[in-house]
């Protein structure tokens, strides 16, 4: 990684600085969230976010809900029939 590589990564990184929403689907793991989009649980509310790039479970194992913690990987799930 280069060092204009690293100063990229942090304006990303850095709240102060708007980002184009995005959201992509990983093939048999989470939802990725990037930018300025807010997370609200079932009940609409806002859900706590300390980074601006999030993971989101699809497999219902984590223990950090609503986040990913990897368990995807422990329990087969895949997304073969999403």
Known sequence: MTAADGARASVREDP???????IV???DGPIVVRGDVEIVDDRGRPVPRR???V???RCGGTT???YCDGT?????FSTAGC
């Open 55 to 57: 993971a989101l479970c």
């Open 51 to 53: 980074r601006r790039t």
């Open 72 to 76: 995807h990987k422990a329990n087969g």
């Open 16 to 22: 102060a600085v708007p980002t184009v929403p995005r």
């Open 64 to 66: 950090i809900p609503p």
């Open 25 to 27: 689907a990983c093939p």
